[in-house]
């Protein structure tokens, strides 16, 4: 066991910032000392030092007031600090008291501990070590004070005798009724070694267990006799416990319980001797349910002797399958400490067999109502629940009804089944007539049914019986009557509703198979197992051209099979026996033609027993003809597939490669094999830049927009990059969709137009370079010429047409990113709000940005078209002061954007022709609203005027809706 302590809340360690200070009072007779002492101990915090210089001045000073700790030098001038110590420990004042002396002064610390001092302590030595020590020291006792007195109050609270006895034996702690137990004044105990109030105890029981816990540091309780000086004799209980200050010793008179124990012995003596007279299986059980007692009897009830029951929970001898609901049914009554009866349960002998037993018990109860256990008794009930449960599995559990009535016909006994059956409770039945639930005989025509079983002796009959709720179900009844109790008929009811309804099904099912047989639309035959015709159906006579009765009772082979094909109709009829057959075949008519037809066969068969086969016969001559024509298709098909100049590819739905042409195996270099039946993204023909676009297109595509041709890269199996210009069909190949997808070579238009595109860079920088040499030459002409209206004239011509060039310049440049970057999703208020930030002068013009979180499929032209309408706004709106744009979806399938100012607006007679390349009213150059047109087409938009002049231009631009929102896009305005 580990060692354990009565320990309490708190402990040595003392909280120095508590407002409470420790009051102490130094005695010494050195005035000069105690005032330096004073100082030291109080810079220790937590200490308020008062002082005196004699012991008779510190008694006054213990009269006047209380103290924590007492603080004294050894020798003083009169008395000394142990007749101090001496006299307080008479009065009874146990404030803890610390010796403060110098070196040499041993004999005196141990005399003063011998006293009942707390410590001891020399002053000389280093201040800082001393006074620290001596604080410490008194922390230490101020805080031992408080678990003594904690003590107290713990030992005060309980009626046993509770003390505290050091390591030297000395009561440091002793209750009130420890000093009536004793018959020793508390004030005499207190201080007091054990062994000097108590001579001889060392002898004893109790002092053997007091040394062992006090070195051992473990808990023990010890009973024993003992004789105090007095005279008094008793038996005593001791639990004694180890605590920091030595042992806690709670003492307790046990002498009435040891008589009472001896009288209970005497008692249960008589009561065994009583039980073992019984043939019951008398018992005694715990509070946990251990047998404590068994009387003989278990031996022929159970077959165990009763010394190998104890122990034993009750529980043990249960049956496995009844144990846990008999543990949680008995410790229902343990705990509310019920007597029970006749409690019936299923237990197993020690040689397996089972048996029942009746059990009937009592609850054993203590003086203060706390349960010791039950005692009771059982007996063997197996023989009578064996019969109960006979009866039960032959009635009361049946499928079957069943009821016992007296002659009157009034319900005597009626099971589980019948009562489902019927609707009513067993109670509600017990209170009712035979003829309260027939539902077809009148009640007189019930009495004389009886009257004629009862003569009898039996009848067997088929009737109707009424439920509770009112419907009626079919019954077969099975009565005998016996003459006993003045005449019982026990009748047996079965349920047979469900037979009727499946004989009224069956016929159901033989008419609905007859006009299903006889109104088939293709032609039916029902044959024998020997495929003797039985019966056919008139399509059937139609499609062959026989008479019904040319056919029934001859082979359905010999009529129908042409010879060439008996082999294949033998194997049909074998396939048809093991279940479903069917196939596409050659049957000849009476007149010998052939025709192709579709069989289908099937096996007949009832309750087990094959009956014969069904046959069906589809004309599908038609039906041929259509696949043949069909056929000749894919092959012209597959010819022209094959000769298609491009490389031409058939993917499904997945990317699964399904065909290709004969010249993209020459351009890949792959083998039609080595590609067929891949997913043509994980080919290695597919680079990762390919994948990427193809991937982005197909998410396009998957949205519902229309994907133009676009480029990809195709890696040749020598390593050769070829860029090729994709173009998809969606078509249905062998009846499943998949997509032909056509590869345009392109790789030497991309070289052409990769030399355009570098040559028109260089271009533009060139002749943007010259065009800054002509504005600058003609700055530096006005400067010269400042008097010469007509030349400054001629000199502004020249640099409105040098700013028009570097506008057309722009928009080649513009013009030549059309298509080249991959569309993605941009934020259409953003890329307004870039667009507004490239003027450094909106003129005073207000900007309303409605479109902030919206995203649509675009480039990084779209800065470009709002920049081209702002432009035009700034430039021609000649009175504009507000410029909008927002959006709005007219309906389920498109968006619109809406831009719009409120200047001069559009003349009606240029609207027509506002996006015509190069059109202008002669203000501008004629390419900016052209390039919006080209964007929105790129972006597969629409993009209309719709404003009224004099009221502003507005510009509605239509793109299908593709676009998607956050969860909740700015509305606010931004200007």
Request: with cysteine.
């Amino acid at each position: 066991m580990a060692e354990q302590e009565v320990e309490f809340s708190g402990g040595a360690v003392v909280d120095l910032s508590c407002t409470t200070l420790i009051r102490v009072l130094h005695v010494d007779d050195d005035a000069g000392f105690l005032k330096v002492a004073k100082q030291c101990l109080e810079m220790q915090g937590g200490i308020a030092v008062d002082t005196a210089s004699s012991v008779d001045e510190a008694l006054e000073k213990l009269n006047e007031k209380d103290y924590d700790v007492i603080v004294s030098d050894y020798q003083m001038p009169d008395k000394d600090g142990l007749e101090l110590l001496r006299t307080l420990r008479r009065k009874g004042n146990t404030v803890p008291f610390i010796v403060f002396t110098g070196k040499g002064r041993e004999e005196v610390a141990v005399r003063a501990l011998n006293l009942g001092a707390d410590q001891y302590v020399d002053k000389n030595g280093d201040p800082e070590t001393v006074y620290s020590e001596l604080a410490h020291g008194i922390r230490a006792a101020v805080e031992k004070k408080k678990t003594a007195e904690r003590y107290r109050i713990l030992l005060e609270s309980i009626d046993d005798s509770g003390y505290v006895l050091d390591r030297e034996w000395r009561h440091v702690v002793v209750n009130e009724a420890a000093a009536r137990f004793t018959h020793v004044p508390r004030e005499k105990l207190l201080g007091n070694k054990l062994t000097d109030l108590f001579p001889g105890v060392e002898k004893t029981a109790f002092f053997e267990v007091f040394r062992r816990v006090m070195e051992a540091r473990k808990p023990e309780t010890v009973s024993a006799p003992y004789v105090f000086e007095d005279g008094r004799k008793g038996y005593y209980e001791v639990h004694v416990y180890p605590v920091p200050e030595g042992i806690l010793c709670i003492s307790s008179d046990i002498t009435e319980r040891k008589r009472m124990k001896m009288v209970l012995k005497q008692s249960e003596e008589r009561f065994r001797t009583v039980s073992e007279s019984l043939s019951e299986w008398v018992w005694e059980v715990d509070a946990e349910g251990k047998y404590v007692y068994s009387s003989s009897s278990v031996k022929r009830i159970l077959g165990y002797e009763p010394e190998e029951i104890l122990g034993k929970r009750f529980y043990d001898l249960c049956h496995p399958e009844d144990r846990e609901q008999m543990k949680k049914l008995v410790f229902e009554a343990f705990a509310g400490k019920q007597p029970f009866r006749d409690f019936v349960s299923r237990n197993v002998r020690k040689d397996g067999l089972t048996v029942w037993l009746s059990t009937s018990g009592a609850p054993m109860l203590d003086d203060q109502g706390t349960l010791l256990g039950y005692r009771g008794a059982a007996r063997d009930v197996t023989e009578h629940r064996l019969m109960e449960q006979w009866y039960a599995t032959l009635v009361k559990r049946a499928s079957d009804g069943f009821w016992i009535n007296d002659a009157t016909g009034r319900f005597i006994d009626v099971n589980d089944a019948y009562c489902r059956m019927i609707g009513y409770s067993r109670e509600e039945l017990l209170s009712m007539f035979i003829q309260n639930v027939e539902a077809l005989e009148k009640p007189e025509e019930t009495a004389a049914r009886i009257k004629k079983i009862m003569k009898e002796g039996h009848d067997h009959f088929e009737t109707r019986h009424r439920r509770k709720d009112g419907t009626a179900i079919d019954v077969e009844v099975s009565v005998n009557y016996y003459p006993v109790a003045g005449g019982q008929l026990v009748s047996f009811i079965r349920d047979i509703t469900a037979r009727k309804k499946d004989e009224k099904a069956v016929r159901e099912s033989q008419q609905k198979f007859e006009a299903l047989f006889r109104g088939n639309p293709e032609a039916a035959v029902y044959v024998a197992v020997d495929y003797r015709v039985l019966d056919v159906n008139s399509r059937f006579c139609h499609l062959f051209g026989y008479a019904a009765q040319e056919i029934i009772g001859r082979s359905l082979n010999d009529l129908i099979v042409p010879d060439n094909l008996m082999e294949e109709a033998h194997c049909l009829d074998k396939d048809a026996k093991d279940g479903y057959a069917s196939r596409d075949t050659v049957r000849k008519r009476k007149d010998g033609s052939l025709v192709h037809v579709s069989v289908s066969a099937a096996p007949v068969i009832f309750e087990n027993k094959l009956l014969g086969y069904i046959g069906i016969y589809k004309d599908i001559t038609e039906l041929k003809r259509a696949h043949e024509e069909s056929e000749e298709a894919r092959r012209h098909f597959q010819t022209l597939f094959n000769v298609m100049a491009d490389p031409v590819v058939i993917l499904d739905e997945t990317g699964k490669i399904l065909e290709i042409t004969q010249r993209a195996e020459e351009l890949a270099g792959y083998k039609r094999e080595e590609l067929l039946g891949k997913v043509f993204l994980e080919t290695p023909i597919a680079t990762a830049k390919t994948k990427e676009v193809m991937m982005k297109n197909l998410a396009r595509r998957m949205m519902g927009m229309q994907v133009s041709p676009y480029e990809v890269e195709i890696l040749t199996k020598d390593g050769r990059k070829l860029t090729f210009e994709l173009n998809a069909a969606k078509i249905k190949y062998k009846n499943t969709p998949a997509d032909l997808v056509v590869f345009r070579d392109v790789t030497e238009r991309k070289k052409l137009e990769e030399k355009l595109r570098v040559v028109g860079s260089l271009t533009r920088h060139d002749v943007r370079n010259k065009l800054s040499a002509v504005t600058g030459n003609a700055y530096l002409l006005k400067r010269k010429l400042a008097e010469d209206p007509e030349a400054l004239r001629q000199l502004a011509r020249i640099e409105a047409a040098v700013r028009e060039v570097e506008l057309i310049l722009e928009f080649a440049r513009t013009y030549e990113k059309l298509g080249i970057e991959q569309l993605s999703s941009v934020d259409v208020g953003e890329a307004f709000k870039q667009a507004v930030s490239l003027f450094s002068d909106l003129k005073g013009v207000k900007v309303v940005n409605e479109c902030e979180g919206l995203t649509v499929l675009a480039d990084s032209l779209l800065r470009q078209l709002f920049y081209n309408l702002i432009d035009n706004s700034l430039k021609y709106g000649e009175k504009t002061t507000q410029i909008r744009v927002y959006y709005r979806t007219p309906n389920a399938d498109q968006l619109q954007l809406v831009y719009e100012d409120d200047g001069a607006g559009i003349p009606d007679s240029i609207r027509s022709n506002l996006f015509k390349e190069g059109f202008t009213s002669g203000k501008g150059t004629g390419y900016g609203l052209f390039m919006i047109k080209r964007i929105c087409e790129v972006y597969g938009w629409t993009i209309r005027e719709t404003g009224k002049q004099g009221k502003g231009a507005q510009f509605t631009i239509t793109a299908p809706k593709t676009y998607k929102t956050g969860t909740a896009y700015s509305t606010s305005k931004a200007s």
